[in-house]
């Protein structure tokens, strides 16, 4: 039995010890915002969500730290300043 329970702790550790280090590699940094202290990252969106209840930006998205009401507001922002138009201007002579 005592066998049993040192090889179960041995798999255990070195499981939790390989899972310790997946999945926050490519995770951004968390915003800095002054309304919200509390964020959680929503691996779908690949954005931070501001998760404290009494902020003014519960519930807000962040690319950068430019907080968004919500998710499609923030994604067509940042494609209007990378899309058409965004590039170098010329005049007609």
């Given at each position: 039995m005592k066998k049993t329970k040192l090889m179960m702790l041995g798999i255990t550790t070195a499981f939790g010890g390989a899972m310790a280090g997946c999945g926050d590699e490519d995770v951004p940094p968390k915003p800095q915002d002054p309304y919200c202290s509390q964020f959680e990252y929503d691996h779908g969106d690949e954005e931070w969500e501001c998760d404290e209840r009494g902020s003014r930006h519960y519930g807000y998205y962040y690319i950068g730290n430019?907080?968004?009401?919500?998710?499609d507001s923030g994604k067509s922002s940042v494609k209007a300043k990378k899309g058409f138009g965004s590039g170098s201007t010329s005049t007609g002579s």
């Open positions: 430019t907080a968004y009401p919500d998710t």
